[in-house]
């Protein structure tokens, strides 16, 4: 397993996928992406960092079954791996303990 550490986009994807549960497949990872971010996840880019996710451990995939409004093809779907779930948790603390750290910011979310 390559190293752990996270990547904001990384996370992002990694996040997304633990929220789709068991409907995450690349192409609604970049819809959920977009919906949460108002960014636009290009296809390629959530691919390579399902890839690097996957060669880190972090995920694990599998394909789906054919399905016949994809000509046939089978959807790749994506979980998330207990080391991601502790790769997540530990960004999380960190972040929070950086967030604590900021005079004069609150982490309930007012400034």
Do not use: Q
């Not at 296809?43 to 880190?56: D, P, Q, T």
């Not at 790749?76 to 604590?100: C, M, N, P, Q, T």
């Amino acid at each position: 397993m390559k190293g752990t550490n996270l990547g904001e986009f990384e996370e992002l994807v990694l996040l997304t996928i633990a929220a789709l549960i068991t409907d995450a497949y690349s192409v609604a990872i970049c819809d959920e992406l977009e919906k949460h971010t108002g960014r636009a996840a290009k296809l390629g880019v959530v691919h390579a960092v399902l890839n690097r996710l996957e060669e880190k451990g972090l995920v694990k995939s599998k394909l789906g079954e054919a399905t016949s409004e994809r000509g046939g093809k089978r959807k790749r779907f994506y979980e998330v791996s207990h080391a991601g779930k502790v790769a997540l948790i530990k960004a999380k603390d960190v972040r929070e303990s950086l967030w604590r750290i900021i005079p004069g910011f609150n982490l309930e979310g007012s400034i």
